[in-house]
């Protein structure tokens, strides 16, 4: 917001409307939000359009990076 940019923030999934995808330039999505989870709330998104998406994670498992990764073409992870 202190460049100029509109910032909207939602706590799950469920919250996110078809136009709120629409009309974001990137979204920023948690792989482990409550109820429905990023990679859902992902597929929701690429079937309305295709906005940049940055997944944020603290999971490092395999199978987390690897439907990750499925989901977009960049997937950036820290592991300690």
């Given at each position: 917001?202190?460049?100029?940019h509109?910032?909207?923030t939602?706590?799950s999934?469920?919250q996110?409307?078809?136009t709120?995808?629409?009309?974001a ?12 989870d990023g ?7 690429r079937s ?9 994670s ?5 199978a ?17």
């Amino acid at each position: 917001e202190r460049d100029g940019h509109t910032v909207e923030t939602r706590t799950s999934g469920t919250q996110l409307t078809d136009t709120l995808c629409r009309w974001a330039d990137c979204i920023l999505l948690d792989v482990m939000m409550p109820g429905e989870d990023g990679f859902a709330v992902c597929r929701r998104i690429r079937s309305l359009t295709d906005v940049p998406i940055l997944f944020l994670s603290a999971r490092t498992d395999e199978a987390a990076v690897l439907e990750g990764l499925g989901q977009e073409r960049l997937v950036l992870t820290h592991r300690h």
